[in-house]
């Protein structure tokens, strides 16, 4: 028994150096996450502001002029989209593929979010607990230099991990917000550009 238990004792101390490199490599995604999130959200603001009004007032007869106004390229995801589903006005089987890659491009932009979510907690607590087994064994013979240093390696490993999972959650929240509201305001769009489609629905 005792030699199963130096072995897992080794394993979890060996794994300590790749949960801190791994959180150091997240963290800095996380700071990366918040420039990119500023970005769009000046993007979809402008987004709201400039295409939303224009959308809801859309009919059968002015879609193809309100797609041919929305940029060719270098736009947004959501009046890329806009402008394809215009140009496949008619055809039903585009439409709804189109629909399908807006939704799958949308989870791929909220995936780094959910990672730094998830990830984050998981690596901040390996962080924690892994420390806490060479300072219960410094305190048990007296080092107390030894103990506080990984008293102190747990703790910062726990912050770094909450502060991480705290980022990927906010940017989260927001962008599949944003992602919802486009699908719709996409949708309303398709189902203008064709309205055989609105009639089954």
């Known amino acids: ?8 004792y080794w394993i979890s ?22 420039g990119t999130f500023f970005n769009q959200y000046l993007q979809q603001k402008k987004t709201a502001s ?7 007032s859309l009919t059968a007869e002015t879609v193809s002029e309100f797609g041919n106004s929305l940029p060719a390229g270098g736009g947004s995801l959501f009046s890329d989209y806009a402008r394809r589903i215009v140009e496949a006005s008619g055809n ?24 730094l979510t998830k990830m984050g907690p998981i690596l901040g607590l390996m962080g924690t607990l892994i420390p806490m ?10 080092d107390i230099a030894s103990m506080a240093y990984n008293m102190q390696v ?16 906010l940017t989260q929240q927001a962008r599949e917000r944003w992602a919802v509201k486009n699908l719709t305001m996409l949708e309303f769009i398709a189902n203008i ?7 089954e629905r």
């Open 133 to 142: 087994g060479p300072a219960l064994v410094g305190l048990a013979q007296g």
């Open 92 to 115: 039903e089987a585009r439409t709804d593929l189109l629909l399908s890659d807006f939704e799958i491009a949308s989870d791929r932009n909220i995936s780094t979010s959910q990672v």
């Open 13 to 34: 101390t060996g794994l300590l150096v790749p949960v801190i490199v791994l959180l150091i490599y997240f963290f800095i995604r996380a700071l990366i996450l918040i």
């Open 50 to 56: 400039a295409l939303y009004p224009r959308i809801e």
């Open 1 to 8: 028994m005792t030699t199963i238990s130096n072995i897992l």
């Open 193 to 199: 550009s064709c309205p055989e489609k609105s009639s």
């Open 154 to 169: 747990a703790f910062a490993t726990t912050v770094v991990g909450l502060t991480v999972s705290a980022i990927g959650f």
